[in-house]
């Protein structure tokens, strides 16, 4: 669970059932719902707001955009070497420095965003 940086009527859920979920506190129901491939194991919102982030059970994040939850990219987080080379579950999300002013559609802010996000796996 995670809460709307911005905007504190709203957070983000998953789980088992692999369903990214955005919710509206003061109507006590699901806004928004996107279907992730994995079980979701972490969640976090990018620190400007803009994209609702999944960490899955085999070490993959995706990013949503939050307005929607339509899905914007992935990114694989797995250990180079050892023995958790594979992939293994993403259990913490965070970011290393806020997100700039890049165009959100351009090829630099998609390496910038995907530079930022670091995870924790075990």
Do not use: M
Not at 13 to 28: A, F
Not at 92 to 102: P, Q, T, W
């Amino acid at each position: 669970v995670d809460f709307h940086p911005l905007d504190d009527r709203y957070f983000i859920s998953g789980g088992l059932d692999k369903k990214l979920r955005l919710w509206n506190i003061t109507d006590g129901r699901v806004k928004d719902w996107a279907q992730a491939p994995e079980v979701i194991t972490s969640t976090r919102f990018t620190p400007d707001g803009k994209y609702a982030v999944a960490g899955l059970l085999r070490g993959q994040v995706y990013l949503y955009e939050a307005d929607g939850l339509k899905y914007y990219t992935q990114i694989a987080c797995r250990n180079r070497s050892g023995k958790n080379r594979k992939g293994k579950k993403v259990t913490g999300i965070s970011f290393l420095r806020e997100v700039d002013d890049k165009s959100e559609h351009s090829e630099e802010h998609h390496a910038s965003l995907t530079e930022r996000l670091s995870e924790t796996g075990r």
